[in-house]
């Protein structure tokens, strides 16, 4: 098992130096730093003195383990365009990022399971049939769209909930937080359902799936030989067993989450990374666009480190492959 | 002075007439005529494409020639005729007197050719890749899977934006017009090869070992007339499906990055480009500036989805 942790990490950090590296290219060599600094009236003694102050002079092997250091540090630089230092950018807009994927998991969970379970329970029955062409449109609907759909159904037409922005929100210190008023969560409502429709529809067919196969397993069978009432027979011997591959998917998506809320933070005008990553890369602002992917990535690789790790703690077979190889 | 009679050569050339029979005879074709949904999608899929084609002689009116368009003719509504030029608005026109109609044409025209060349794009690079990784094998191979592995657990829309970003970074502002289609059809291309590399290499490895394989470097045929005469026709069929269905997903793709306006501006729109534009006039209800091409792409997208949904399943062995 160890072993198997070790070599997890080990390529975890592999593939974080290899982002690592084209983050630092992106920042070193698309368009010159200095170029973005300086005015026109920059004269050329004190171009060449901002070129040695970024240490710019240096071998590019040092200026990439400068760059591996200061990015451990969280520091990532300064925007071109706001003249702020990244770190601080981006930390304003996290909370709201994570908020949005926060509720949308939440969503997806809440809704795909019982959706799930129900339309594996009763697989001919017309409500399974309803949710079976809904998850076809979430699957099939290009997520911009289905956000402008929620915006013309709830906002425009019967003006129940807001349209754009992220509204109420709480300043903790730390972190904001949209959670503690009302006018926050219904702010949040239309986001999240926009980013978590996708998940929804993968969770609900898994777990419908999953739960037509548990179900003509032996040991369902038995139980229902055993007179235990249908409820304990679905819910406590079957729902169980799909749960596994669920918590997989979830957690993998999660950062699929984080990466479409590029797309549905810009259709709500959300103020969270995703729009900061998305107007820097109209501008052309490389710190941030840098310090974005490398944040994003290792979100990634944090959670599908999490995810294997439990996943070989709950399945030994996978240890034990570890441990032939 | 041969006294042996030349043997009949085997016909390598078959005649359209042939190739037909074949084909009508093939499963193939059952499975597609006894599908109605694979007959109706293919249906709308080839009067789209006609229509794109043809959208210069089609289209009522020359949407993005400035000249063409009256003010005056400003939000007609749909089958309303304009207050300028007296001409029929079928869908509608937007605020320049743009008939909606007729923008489709040329949207979905630009559509289809940024979603084929960048499938196209994607699937040689792909199945190069994936070719010389299960044929060579080694370290090529470890570090084309690796790459493949790492991009593969990203989002392909996250790595178009950067790839689209690091363009902007390179190509001067005056040449972003002209050069926006081939950054898109470079950016959504290179965020997709890394499914055909694998399906292939995933085939080529099981290829590799059969006899014809072995037959053919015994006739001493080299590694590259292998891998592109013998191995890979063996290895179309699964990457005809991903195309298919990756089709679907670049046109989706695409709508997504011009919606996000960092695809293609507005003087040559696609699809997101005008969903983008008509966003704005919804909430003042102009709706259909933003429903028609909200409708033709949700409508092109689903057609090819299924059409790659059948050709998944008729492709299936285990589904026969």
Do not use: C
């Amino acid at each position: 098992m160890l072993a198997f942790i070790l070599r997890r990490i080990g390529q975890a950090i592999l593939v974080l130096l290899t982002v690592a590296l084209i983050s630092f290219s992106l920042f070193r060599f698309v368009g010159d730093p200095t170029q973005q600094m300086t005015s026109q009236d920059t004269t050329l003694e004190e171009r060449l003195q901002i070129r040695k102050n970024l240490g710019l002079d240096d071998p590019v092997i040092i200026q990439f383990a400068r760059f591996v250091g200061n990015a451990a540090r969280f520091d990532f630089g300064v925007s071109y365009q706001n003249r702020q230092p990244v770190a601080k950018l981006i930390g304003d807009r996290f909370p709201a990022t994570m908020e949005l994927a926060f509720a949308s998991a939440m969503f997806a969970l809440f809704a795909g399971i019982p959706m799930g379970v129900y339309a594996g329970l009763k697989p001919n029955s017309w409500l399974a049939r309803v949710f079976q062409t809904v998850s076809l449109v979430g699957i099939s609907l290009p997520t911009f769209l289905i956000g402008i759909l929620l915006i013309f159904i709830f906002s425009v037409t019967f003006g129940l909930l807001p349209s754009f922005g992220r509204q109420g929100v709480v300043n903790l210190g730390f972190w904001t937080t949209g959670f503690l008023t009302w006018e926050g969560i219904r702010s949040l409502i239309l986001p999240s359902i926009t980013l978590g429709l996708f998940q929804m529809t993968l969770i609900m067919r898994l777990v419908r799936s999953e739960m037509m196969e548990v179900l003509r397993t032996d040991y369902v069978k038995f139980a229902k030989a055993r007179g235990l009432t249908p409820r304990a027979v679905n819910y406590r011997h079957a729902l169980k067993n799909t749960l596994i591959p669920v918590i997989t998917i979830t957690g993998l998506q999660l950062g699929s989450i984080i990466a479409f809320a590029i797309i549905t933070e810009t259709v709500f005008q959300w103020p969270g990374m995703g729009l900061m990553f998305l107007q820097a890369v109209q501008t052309v602002d490389i710190p941030i666009m840098s310090a974005y992917l490398l944040l994003v990535a290792t979100l990634f690789v944090l959670i599908n480190l999490i995810v294997d790790l439990l996943y070989a703690l709950v399945d030994p077979r996978i240890r034990l492959s570890g441990k032939a190889a | 002075m041969s006294h042996r009679a030349a043997a009949p050569q085997p016909r390598l050339k078959l005649t359209w007439k042939e190739r037909v029979a074949i084909w009508r005879d093939s499963d193939l074709w059952l499975s597609f005529k006894a599908s109605p949904v694979a007959i109706m999608s293919t249906a709308v899929t080839l009067l789209i494409v006609i229509a794109a084609i043809f959208a210069d002689v089609l289209a009522p009116q020359d949407a993005f020639d400035p000249v063409a368009l009256n003010l005056l003719d400003g939000f007609a509504h749909p089958m309303e005729r304009g207050a300028g030029s007296n001409m029929l608005f079928v869908m509608g026109s937007d605020e320049q007197g743009r008939d909606i109609f007729s923008a489709l044409f040329y949207g979905t025209r630009l559509s289809l050719l940024v979603g084929v060349a960048s499938v196209i794009f994607s699937m040689v690079l792909g199945i190069g890749l994936g070719l010389l990784a299960g044929y060579l094998g080694g370290k090529i191979e470890m570090l084309i899977m690796r790459v493949a592995d790492i991009q593969l657990s990203f989002p392909a829309i996250l790595i178009a934006l950067l790839i689209f970003g690091v363009a902007r970074g390179l190509i001067p502002p005056q040449q972003y017009e002209t050069t926006a289609v081939f950054v898109i059809i470079i950016a959504i291309g290179l965020s997709n090869w890394a499914q055909y590399a694998r399906t292939v290499r995933a085939s080529t490895l099981v290829e590799r070992n059969k006899e014809y394989v072995q037959a053919a470097r015994l006739m001493g045929i080299s590694g590259f007339g292998i891998m592109a005469r013998h191995v890979l026709p063996n290895v179309m069929g699964p990457v005809l499906v991903i195309a298919t269905i990756n089709l679907a997903l670049a046109i989706i793709e695409e709508a997504t990055l011009s919606f996000l306006g960092v695809g293609l501006p507005i003087t040559q729109p696609s699809l997101g480009t005008l969903i983008r534009s008509g966003q704005k006039f919804l909430l003042s209800g102009e709706w259909w500036i933003l429903f028609f091409p909200a409708m033709m792409l949700v409508i092109l997208a689903l057609a090819i989805n299924l059409l790659g949904d059948w050709l998944r399943d008729a492709l299936n062995p285990k589904l026969r």
